[in-house]
């Protein structure tokens, strides 16, 4: 498996560096808008934490909003069910960073992974301590999830954002106006915007996503029915309005960021992390994208 696996990578890999069609990088974080978009790396764990990589698997990116599903964790870990009492479980079918439902549906996001929903679960996170203690506790799980210390947050990018962030002030402003924001907006985005700026690698990341897996071998920090709660969100909501689409050409539960990160789960199976900053009209990578769809049809991992 591991070998024919390998060279399935490789080949992907040339394949894509061929294609030169590699989309759009991120512009309105003036610190993404930087990076080259012709690149890309992959790396895939497997049960018992053997790893197969590809292309720039140790070239560390902004994970963004992956980060979320991270954060989302921490707080099931901390409050369990009570988390949907502020924000809902289904997919919005809408940009991630849209305002629309947040008025229809009176100040509750429709689910933790766009913007609105993302912020109210790291305002619960700061709520009744410092910014700092909230980021910290998001930080260990991925350093022990991932079995690396090496995990460090891009100051650049979290003032970059912060410079420019106006719709996600404008959320957090909305939020707090229909009395879903515990926390002043500015401690709220804060947090948010340095929780988006974690850098890590295709490689830390793969290694993180085996508590999602519940890969044999991964360090037992999210009880199995969490990580299951939040496998069936990544599958619905995982891709904003590109959700649908990604599960009908991917089939697996998947979390993306406008880093051009992707947190790919095959339960049981395997953690994949794939990066490559260009982004499709989603906001999702479009190479990591179409790498994805590859390597679940290679694999037969699809859970359809
Ligand atoms: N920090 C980004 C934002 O809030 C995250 C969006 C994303 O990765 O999809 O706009």
Redesign the pocket.
């Known amino acids: 498996m591991t070998e024919t696996l390998e060279r399935f990578l490789h080949g992907l890999d040339a394949e894509i560096r061929a294609s030169g069609d590699w989309g759009r990088v ?1 512009d ?2 003036p610190e993404l808008a930087r990076i080259d978009p012709a690149q890309f790396g992959i790396a895939v764990v497997l049960p018992g934490n053997r790893l197969v990589t590809a292309g720039q698997a140790d070239q560390r990116f ?7 599903v991270f954060s989302l964790a921490c707080l099931l870990g901390r409050i369990g069910e009570q988390v949907w009492t502020r924000v809902g479980r289904e997919p919005s079918g809408r940009r ?2 849209s305002i629309l439902t947040l008025e229809e549906e009176q100040g509750r996001p429709r689910n933790p992974f766009i ?1 609105a929903g ?1 912020l109210v679960v790291t305002d619960e996170l700061v709520a009744g301590r410092r910014p700092k203690e909230a980021l910290a506790e998001i930080l260990a799980f991925l350093q022990a999830a991932a079995e690396d210390e090496d995990i460090h947050i891009d100051k650049a990018v979290a003032r970059s ?1 912060a410079e420019t ?1 106006f ?2 002030i404008a959320l957090a402003n909305y939020l707090k106006s229909f009395g879903n924001l515990k926390n002043a907006p500015e401690l709220t985005l804060g947090t ?2 340095h929780q ?2 974690i850098e890590m690698s295709c490689v830390q990341l793969a290694r993180a996503g085996r508590v999602i897996a519940g890969l044999p071998g991964a360090p037992a920090m999210l009880a199995p029915v969490k990580a299951r709660r939040i496998n069936a969100l990544m599958m619905m909501c995982g891709h ?1 309005d590109g959700s649908g689409d990604f599960a009908f050409r991917v089939g697996l539960p998947a979390k ?4 051009g ?1 992707i947190l790919l789960i095959a339960p049981g199976r395997a953690s994949v992390a794939i990066w490559s900053p260009g982004l499709n009209g989603y ?2 990578s479009q190479m990591g994208s179409y790498a994805a769809e590859r390597l679940a049809r290679e694999t037969n991992w699809s859970v359809f």
């Open positions: 991120a309105y974080i902004s994970i963004q909003s992956v980060s979320k991630f960073d913007n993302a954002e962030g719709r996600n948010y915007f988006c700026a904003y993306s960021g406008v880093g990160g906001g999702n």
